[in-house]
């Protein structure tokens, strides 16, 4: 019971002018399927294999560095291609947007502040909009780290990433990582978000 590389439910260049294609092919085919190759690798035979991604890393602090670190890149590349979309223009509604509000006052304020924590990442990782005691917090993690992992400084159920990892924008975007961040705004799949809701 291997893990698989995920498709993605649109072309490479489709995220174009704010992803570029090169981009998204090298990140899926190259750093994704590494991830998951080094992750099946790592617990093939084990207590751990054929057990769900969401268990190995509620219980990651037990397992090898490895697994954390690949099954984190597993994990949080698949929901990184999930909520972004081509049509992804627009702002959030309904149950989402009042999560929103609740929590940040505002969709502005919200944007504001994952930009902020998004750019403010030191070095490579992701930030994260999660669901946490039924409210909706921001965080971000170093590496492969997730707020899923029972080793997470601050835990909660991730429904919006973005990977800030060089790779994820250095083609295009180079040093200018406030640039690739901005463009995110653009690419997000809010109905995704909002089906991530508990
Ligand atoms: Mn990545």
């Known amino acids: 019971m291997a893990f698989d590389l995920p498709g993605l439910d649109y072309d490479y260049a489709a995220l174009e002018p704010h992803i ?11 750093h994704h399927q590494t991830y998951v190759t080094k992750l ?3 617990i093939a035979g084990g207590e751990w294999d054929g057990k769900s991604i969401e268990d190995i890393m509620a219980n990651v602090s037990k397992l090898p ?3 954390r670190n690949n099954g984190g890149g597993h994990y949080n590349h698949t929901l990184f291609w999930k909520v972004m979309s081509p049509e992804g223009e627009g702002e ?3 149950k989402l947007l009042e999560g929103i509000i609740e ?3 505002s969709f502005d304020g919200f944007k504001e502040q994952f930009t902020n924590v998004a750019i403010n990442q030191f070095g490579s990782g992701w930030a994260w909009l999660i669901q946490a005691g039924g409210i909706l917090r921001i965080t971000s993690t170093p590496n492969q780290d997730n707020p899923l992992m029972d080793l997470a400084e601050v835990k909660g159920l991730p429904i919006l990433g973005i990977d800030v990892w060089e790779h994820a924008y250095y083609l295009k975007y180079q040093n200018r990582r406030n640039d690739y961040v901005g463009a995110f705004w653009n690419v ?3 109905d995704e978000v909002a089906k991530r809701m508990k």
């Open 65 to 67: 560095a490895v697994v």
């Open 103 to 105: 929590g940040f006052g």
């Open 188 to 190: 997000i799949n809010w």
């Open 20 to 30: 570029d294609a090169r981009t998204m092919e090298i990140h899926h085919t190259k």
């Open 92 to 94: 959030p509604e309904g």
């Open 40 to 42: 099946n690798a790592a």
